[in-house]
């Protein structure tokens, strides 16, 4: 049975740092496309950030966390995690970590339909 599991959330300030982690059983996360997405209150489940590990590992971000978020993956330990920096009250959601039916690449990354596993997800808060 496959279950990804996202400890690390939380409430931080406006401009503090939080990292998520996603621990990966019954699948080997390199296999896969991983990605991070968010769903605010009242909002479509978006894009975060992506990584896979075809020929070396590549990142993917969307626009709004370039700069501040980073995506990166441990093999050893099967996982994948989401270290955010310089958090703003927008950044505030539920985060969830997925992997992919298959290569990601381009607008790929920002469809739900595109992955196949989900964690259950984890709230961040950021106040202002």
């Known amino acids: 049975q496959v279950q990804l599991v996202e400890p690390g959330g939380g409430l931080v300030q406006a401009g503090g740092s939080l990292r998520l982690s996603c621990a990966a059983s019954g699948l080997t996360l390199s296999s896969y496309a991983m990605g991070w997405l968010r769903q605010a209150p009242g909002k479509e489940r978006e894009f975060v950030a992506g990584?896979?590990?075809?020929?070396?590992?590549?990142?993917y971000y969307a626009d709004s966390v370039k700069g501040r978020f980073t995506i990166s993956g441990d093999n050893a330990k099967n996982a994948v995690y989401l270290q955010m920096n310089s958090l703003i009250p927008e950044d505030t959601a539920v985060y969830y970590c997925?992997?992919?039916?298959?290569?990601?690449?381009?607008?790929?990354?920002?469809?739900?339909?595109?992955?196949?596993?989900w964690g259950q997800g984890t709230q961040v808060t950021v106040s202002s």
């Open positions: 990584i896979r590990w075809s020929g070396g590992s590549t990142t």
């Open positions: 997925a992997a992919g039916r298959g290569p990601l690449y381009g607008d790929l990354w920002y469809r739900t339909g595109s992955y196949k596993y």
